[in-house]
T-cell receptor, first 114, second 108 residues
Framework: DVKVTQSSRYLVKRTGEKVFLECVQD?????MFWYRQDPGLGLRLIYFSYDVKMKEKGDIPEGYSVSREKKERFSLILESASTNQTSMYLC?????????????FGPGTRLTVL | RKEVEQDPGPFNVPEGATVAFNCTYSNSASQSFFWYRQDCRKEPKLLMS???SGNEDGRFTAQLNRASQYISLLIRDSKLSDSATYLCVVNRDDKIIFGKGTRLHILP
């Protein structure tokens, strides 16, 4: 059974703080993704990675960076958190780089930036 | 036009009824299609893939209409536990596009 875990379920940070969101998957998946989900806007892709040390921008990368030093771990970094980054952040992984592949999501981190 | 569009709902449906909703996509090069389910305050989970020939899984039937560029989800004999948001997902090349979801409330 695929398991995707995220470091925190709830996080409260102040404007200007550096924030790290960690995601770990235990099924040797090649691909990992970071999304944010907001009411009325749905899921929006921030960054994704198809391999270690590889990253690709998604639809809304501004204000974010990522790191994938190991296959199982994909980190999302907010260099200087702002209030408009208050959101639910969801990490996902998929086995292979094919369009028919299922995405498995972590439980999400609800980030509030004050 | 948005690449993937869904009626946001909510659909309020009595228990035991049949409910169906559609998802339209704009790019004819789209290659694969899925329905995901998301419970309140939970992560999305795959409900079913949508095949060209249509597919059925218990009370759930998914269909693809390439000519009109939409996929559909039909739920028969709806249960209270079917209350959730249903997300349509369309894949094209390396791009994965999620719809904003359709909210379904099953009423006792």
């Amino acid at each position: 059974d695929v398991k995707v875990t995220q470091s925190s379920r709830y996080l409260v940070k102040r404007t200007g703080e550096k924030v790290f969101l960690e995601c770990v998957q235990d099924m040797d998946h090649e691909n990992m993704f970071w999304y944010r989900q907001d009411p009325g806007l749905g899921l929006r892709l921030i960054y994704f990675s198809y391999d270690v040390k590889m990253k690709e921008k998604g639809d809304i990368p501004e204000g974010y960076s990522v790191s994938r030093e190991k296959k199982e771990r994909f980190s999302l970094i907010l260099e200087s958190a702002s209030t408009n980054q208050t959101s639910m952040y969801l990490c996902a992984s998929s086995l292979d780089r094919v369009v028919t592949d299922t995405q498995y999501f972590g439980p999400g981190t609800r980030l509030t930036v004050l | 036009r948005k690449e993937v569009e869904q009626d946001p709902g909510p659909f309020n449906v009595p228990e035991g009824a049949t409910v169906a909703f559609n998802c339209t996509y704009s790019n004819s090069a789209s290659q694969s299609f899925f329905w995901y389910r998301q419970d309140c305050r939970k992560e999305p989970k795959l409900l079913m893939s949508v095949y060209s020939s249509g597919n059925e899984d218990g009370r759930f039937t998914a269909q693809l209409n390439r000519a009109s560029q939409y996929i559909s989800l039909l739920i028969r004999d709806s249960k209270l536990s079917d209350s959730a948001t249903y997300l349509c997902v369309v894949n094209r090349d390396d791009k994965i596009i999620f719809g904003k979801g359709t909210r379904l409330h099953i009423l006792p």
